[in-house]
DNA sequence: TGAAATCTGAGTAAATTACTTGGAATTAGG
DNA sequence: CCTAATTCCAAGTAATTTACTCAGATTTCA
């Protein structure tokens, strides 16, 4: 039941992008290097998560990514889900799924497999990328240096 | 952020036992027949699920498994983890870890991990074998046919 | 014009998963 | 006592997935 490195690097370089583009795009060479995360790899993140409308990029020198909306309209379920595909626990629960047994509407372990599911998406989905900027500015404040990966 | 198989057929094979060992030992044989698993692969997940305490094995002919309690003292969650290790979407915040790397304490993404596992856990922990077993025979009585998977 | 960036597709090594295989040890029943 | 049925155990393996790298095309600022 582990995330992949795509979500986890996905939230990492989703906050140091709210932290740093309130001034204009940021480039994935500067968030990798922030983050240590390789470049090319963050790349491919990228791609998907403008494809699901998460971030803006604009190309050229000077180019780099930014927030596609404001950071209390993103949730951290919408990255994780952009990245990882559905976070269903078992393929037959997932939200977009075509992959449903025959017998599913008799299968009981499929109750626990959308208890599971339902519980992950309300959490995921109750966390703005607003409220992590707010955590690091309260340690910031708190221990005067700048943590939050 | 998917289980494993060895979830998925835990819990299978699991609630085949509740069902079926009410009156002494199962042989893996006929839950692998059931359930439609290998039976191969079901011994090394008994292996995992004896040494955690979870069921009891009677060697020899006519031997077999049965559950070590009542069904309404096994979680769900006991099962999984028995199987899958931690349920922790990220190994730093796993329960029993070391791999806790040294920033922590003043990292704001592990923040949003942790509150992921608490859930998890929480909604597996709610859920005992019996609850399972329950669900199967409303299901049946309702149906007038077995099928609980 | 050149450097800095995004964009895209393909390739790949390592790890993990989901088994299979082979055989030893144990025990009920004939 | 013998045999078949079973658990127990350790290794091996094919397929898949992950976490990248690499190469190069395209765009745009200075």
Redesign the interface.
Same mark, same amino acid.
């Given at each position: 039941?582990?995330?992949s490195t795509r979500?986890?690097y996905g939230?990492?370089a989703m906050?140091d992008l709210a932290l740093n583009s309130q001034e204009g795009q940021v480039s994935l060479k500067s968030i990798a290097e922030r983050q240590d995360i390789s470049e090319n790899y963050l790349e491919q993140l990228f791609a998907m998560l403008r494809k699901n409308g998460l971030v803006k990029s604009v190309r050229g020198a000077q180019g780099g990514y930014m927030l596609a909306t404001s950071p209390d309209n993103i949730t951290?379920g919408s990255v994780?889900r952009s990245l990882?595909g559905s976070? =269903?626990?078992?393929?037959c629960v997932s939200e977009d799924s075509t992959n449903v047994c025959d017998?599913a509407n =008799?299968?009981?372990?499929r109750?626990?497999?959308k208890?599971?599911r339902d519980?992950?998406n309300?959490?995921?989905d109750s966390?703005t990328l607003q409220d992590?900027v707010n955590?690091?500015k309260k340690?910031n404040e708190d221990?005067g240096y700048m +943590? +939050?990966?």
């Open positions: 039941m582990k995330l979500g986890r939230i990492k906050l951290v994780l990882e976070l =269903a626990p078992v393929e017998r =008799a299968c009981v372990t109750l626990v497999w208890k599971i519980r992950v309300e959490v995921v966390i992590l955590e690091v340690m221990n +943590y +939050y990966i």
